[in-house]
């Protein structure tokens, strides 16, 4: 535990909230230095004035997790702000409630600077939360439709699968990361859902799962046969969203090789068929954006 750059960080962050946004007088005659008072912030935080003032001076003992909880609340932390004061007390950062399957505004927007790239965003779940039409033209134009899980697509048959020579590594790459979901998401009912569906439906996924796979996201290459242009030698490799635990998957092909030309005969026909050169798919969609302007309450990835 970090006691000394604890107790600093939590008092620059209390000096920074305005009184006003808490419903608290901003000219009390009282106040004199700026930002919400120790006794605020602890009533705020649900804890004893006294733990928070040790906690300050560098006094106090190892915060719990529901201590540093109520702290990040009250200290209203961004989510990288939160994992500092976990990591600043010692502490692991816990998982949210279960995975989360809306997209951010700026990673469906970077999609959109990948013309010839075929581009999606997964979540910890396996959920299909963001794509562009490349994606859509090159694994089919069932992508997306309805509720689309890349999980249930390989080991259920739920929506078409093109002939792939990492059909296998593919099994053990989505085994493994569902079961990080399953450690960090343990009561989130509709990855409990999936798992017993996934279970039942497929002795192959039952046997994966069993053998404990364990991957880590990187650069690998494939070739899928794909009905339209034939065979693709395609390179995938992934960029970890962490705050959101999700994935953005691009699929390129060699600069100059065949699968290249027909990789760009494919985002040919899929700016025809969007209708514009940046008509990208958000499974967030037909509710009208928040002030973020991501769109909330549309289809989910499970």
């Not at 006294?50 to 915060?63: C, F, S």
């Not at 500092?84 to 505004?105: I, K």
């Not at 020579?165 to 399953?182: D, K, M, N, Q, Y």
């Not at 039952?206 to 339209?228: I, N």
Request: glycine share 10%; charged share 25%; aromatic share 4%.
């Amino acid at each position: 535990m970090a006691r000394q750059e604890l107790a600093r960080f939590l008092r620059e962050r209390r000096a920074g909230l305005r009184p006003d946004d808490f419903g608290l007088p901003d000219r009390d005659p009282r106040r004199r230095t700026p930002g919400l008072r120790r006794e605020e912030l602890a009533e705020l935080a649900h804890m004893s004035v006294d733990y928070y003032v040790r906690l300050e001076q560098a006094r106090g003992p190892r915060p719990s997790a529901r201590i540093l909880d109520g702290l990040a609340r009250a200290l209203r932390l961004s989510p990288a702000e939160r994992d500092h004061l976990f990591r600043l007390a010692g502490s692991a950062t816990p998982p949210g409630a279960g995975p989360v399957r809306q997209v951010r505004p700026h990673v469906v927007r970077m999609l959109e600077r990948l013309p010839e790239t075929a581009a999606i965003v997964t979540d910890a779940a396996y959920g299909l939360v963001a794509w562009n039409p490349l994606a859509q033209s090159l694994f089919g134009g069932d992508l997306g439709l309805g509720t689309t899980n890349l999980a249930r697509r390989r080991f259920l048959n739920e929506g078409r699968m093109y002939g792939s020579s990492s059909t296998e590594e593919f099994g053990r790459i989505v085994v493994a990361r569902l079961r990080r979901a399953a450690d960090r998401y343990p009561h989130d009912p509709a990855l409990a859902a999936q798992l017993a569906e996934l279970h039942t439906g497929s002795p192959e996924f039952g046997h994966l799962w069993e053998s404990r796979p364990v991957h880590a996201p990187g650069h690998r290459t494939k070739t899928v046969d794909h009905p339209a242009v034939g065979p693709l030698r395609l390179n995938c490799d992934v960029l970890l969203v962490p705050e959101d635990d999700q994935e953005v998957v691009l699929i390129t092909a060699d600069p100059g090789s065949p699968s290249a030309r027909a990789l760009r005969e494919l985002a040919g026909k899929g700016r025809e068929d969007s209708g514009t050169g940046a008509s990208y798919t958000n499974p967030c969609a037909r509710t009208a954006p928040d002030q973020d302007g991501c769109r909330h309450g549309g289809r989910r990835g499970v």
